[in-house]
């Protein structure tokens, strides 16, 4: 089955296929550019583009997976409209995977990994891994600190990601070099078995763990002087 894999959590905007079968799963083509202040504008290309490298239509598509976050509001709303919108379009199931997991899963490789991402606000959202990448604790946002006293807690020994890399000092572990954003073809992966059951898509609620920046006034305003 032709799976797209959109996420757009992060600065990195990335739309990928990949292939979906019994035995495992198999990206046939992807396209990623970390631009934190463009996601509107690049992913629908992107996605156009992937299909156009391997010759394939949107019809072709049996199911679209897309990345939950956490993240900041304004770039993670894209990518899950974007998964939304085409999935309804299409008539095909939609599945949701929190974002974090695609960076801590494949990092995980026999022990805890603390996978972070840029929250803002010298802040991080955090999630805590076993050695065979299933999550501990997470997703959280928080200080850089309160994270590293939880994968402390936890026995943590290695930290992964784009947040882990811009407070690595804070967080006081050593550090992978990859998956700095998710990986596209780990967001299919955690998604594969409810693909091969057909099960019903997800209504693909976002993970934004805090209030958006802008906010409705609360008071009326004169108009008059």
């Not at 049996?62 to 999935?87: D, E, K, S």
């Not at 603390?114 to 299933?134: F, H, K, M, P, T």
Request: hydrophobic letters at 50%.
């Amino acid at each position: 089955m032709l799976v797209l894999v959109v996420d757009s959590s992060t600065p990195a905007v990335t739309a990928a296929l990949v292939e979906v079968t019994a035995s495992g799963v198999t990206t046939r083509a992807q396209r990623c550019t970390v631009d934190a202040r463009a996601h509107g504008e690049l992913l629908a290309p992107q996605v156009d583009a992937i299909l156009a490298d391997i010759g394939a239509r949107p019809a072709d598509l049996g199911a679209i997976v897309a990345g939950l976050g956490p993240g900041p509001f304004t770039g993670l709303r894209v990518g899950l409209v974007t998964a939304a919108t085409m999935g309804q379009v299409l008539g095909v199931p939609a599945y949701g995977v929190c974002s974090l997991d695609a960076i801590g899963h494949p990092a995980a490789a026999g022990e805890p990994v603390l996978a972070a991402s840029d929250a803002r606000r010298r802040e991080i959202y955090w999630a805590v891994y076993d050695g065979a990448g299933q999550r501990l604790a997470g997703p959280e946002v928080g200080a850089p600190a309160v994270a590293a006293e939880r994968a402390r807690e936890l026995a943590v020994t290695v930290a992964v990601g784009d947040g882990a890399h811009r407070y690595a000092d804070a967080l006081g572990l050593p550090l992978r070099a990859e998956p700095r954003y998710p990986d596209a073809n780990a967001l299919a992966v955690l998604a594969a078995e409810r693909i091969r059951a057909g099960a019903p898509g997800d209504p693909l609620t976002p993970l934004y763990l805090r209030r958006p920046d802008a906010v409705a006034a609360t008071a009326r305003k004169p108009v008059l002087p």
